[in-house]
């Protein structure tokens, strides 16, 4: 050991587990981190699935399932890629997201989650949305956050590059030669709040170039550009909701009854309230849309629901926003 010693002094050694230079001498220790590279790369903050925002427990069963088992029985070779659900603001697009988001987090299966927000500034454009989603990736496994730190050290530029280039040599480059070894489940929420034509294109050109067991599960408004560019292509499943259905009625039902239950039990009101008559009339005002119940059911609503005569007549017009 000492020959070792002496014939090691005044040199320096890579351990390579940590990646840290050691100067046998003990003079002077420099760590060297293999992967900084990637803090290179923007990350929208607050970008992913919030655990609170997901769908009430037993409703939007059936469309959930059709999700969950397109995740698990996609073709690789030519199976649909992108499963778009597509439909009008407040039909509850974001709380499926975010369950399918919990889901596949919860089952190993989820690469990244990306939740557009037009009120955010790093949400409400696409600029931060490959990027994020590399940075998401690098955890599935070490060998691609290896390959995705030898393409920033080699080029800087790519971690601020268009959409097309960060797609490439941050996405599909680096899956498809470091393949991971079960399904993977990108979800992007409310697409319509932040894309641009070039998002566009690399949904509709370029995702069938990733690896068969990458599913991109993604909601938005029909706006003209969105479904003109995804409409009537192979590898998107477009879906909506049936806001009129009964499975959909019958969904809200529980929304309302969840929260007026909730309402109730905090502030401490008698058992029954606010009546049967009166959460029906909130059920047939709603139109099938979560998004015009949010302001009947909140805590401050209280005061307004009792002083109701006709059992809905001043939510008439708060449910319509």
């Not at 030519?78 to 987090?105: E, M, N, P």
């Not at 530029?157 to 030669?177: D, G, H, N, W, Y």
């Not at 909730?262 to 998004?291: C, F, H, V």
Request: hydrophobic share 35%; net charge negative.
């Amino acid at each position: 050991m000492d020959l070792l010693q002496s014939s090691l002094a005044g040199s320096s050694y890579v351990d390579a587990r940590y990646a840290t230079v050691n100067s046998v001498a003990g003079d002077q220790n420099t760590t060297v981190n293999p992967k900084a590279s990637l803090d290179t790369l923007p990350y929208a903050e607050g970008s992913s699935w919030n655990p609170n925002l997901v769908c009430l427990r037993n409703t939007r069963k059936a469309l959930i399932d059709d999700i969950i088992e397109w995740i698990y029985l996609a073709e690789e070779s030519t199976g649909i890629r992108i499963f778009w659900l597509c439909d009008v603001a407040g039909a509850g697009k974001s709380a499926i997201a975010h369950t399918i988001a919990q889901y596949c987090d919860n089952h190993g299966l989820l690469g990244s989650s990306f939740f557009f927000d037009r009120n955010i500034p790093d949400r409400r454009n696409p600029q931060k949305l490959f990027t994020t989603i590399a940075r998401d990736l690098v955890r599935l496994e070490n060998d691609l956050a290896d390959h995705i730190s030898l393409v920033l050290e080699a080029d800087r530029s790519v971690a601020s590059a268009c959409q097309t280039r960060q797609f490439e040599k941050l996405i599909l480059e680096p899956t498809s030669r470091h393949r991971v070894r079960r399904a993977v489940v990108i979800v992007i929420d409310g697409l319509d709040e932040g894309y641009d034509l070039e998002t566009l294109r690399v949904l509709r050109d370029r995702i069938p170039e990733l690896p068969g067991n990458f599913r991109i599960f993604m909601t938005s408004r029909p706006l003209d550009d969105i479904v003109t560019d995804l409409s009537n292509t192979g590898h998107v499943h477009r879906r909506s909701i049936d806001i009129h259905g009964d499975s959909n009625q019958r969904d809200i039902g529980l929304y309302i009854r969840d929260r007026l239950h909730l309402i109730s039990s905090r502030k401490r009101l008698a058992e029954e309230w606010p009546g049967e008559g009166r959460i029906n009339d909130l059920i047939n005002k709603s139109e099938g849309l979560q998004k015009t119940l949010y302001p009947s059911v909140r805590e401050e609503s209280v005061g307004r629901l009792d002083e109701c005569k006709n059992g809905c007549a001043v939510f008439g017009g708060a449910l319509h926003m």
